[in-house]
């Protein structure tokens, strides 16, 4: 069992910069592919942005070369630094983590991009 705590969100203003972290419990967090997803009010959960147990990086389009997603096995952390936010990254962002065929969600951390 995994558990995943996430924390770093907040309020922003439009071209601002976040940083969210996800801590993982356990000792098998380095063979996981992690990520972060979103949900905006009245819509689906996406796909932001996951990172493979070997460091490779996926990124969907509408944040590509403004977010950027790490991972830091040492302290079994996921992180997502958001940048040039805009009023449409408005959701409640859950970190994810796959173990095998076992998925692992946060509890979600909000973001709000407003002036």
């Known amino acids: 069992q995994v558990q995943l705590v996430e924390s770093g969100g907040g309020l922003v203003q439009p071209g601002g910069s976040l940083r969210l972290s996800c801590a993982a419990s356990?000792?098998?967090?380095?063979?996981?592919?992690v990520g972060w997803y979103r949900q905006a009010p009245g819509k689906q959960r996406e796909l932001v942005a996951h990172i493979t147990s070997g460091g490779s990086e996926n990124y969907a389009d509408f944040v590509k070369g403004r977010f950027t997603i790490s991972r830091d096995n040492t302290k079994n952390t996921v992180y997502l630094q958001m940048n040039s936010l805009k009023p449409e990254d408005t959701a409640v962002y859950y970190c994810?983590?796959?173990?095998?065929?076992?998925?692992?969600w946060g509890q979600g951390t909000q973001v709000t991009v407003s002036s």
């Open positions: 356990g000792s098998t967090f380095r063979r996981y592919a």
């Open positions: 994810w983590a796959r173990g095998g065929i076992l998925n692992y």
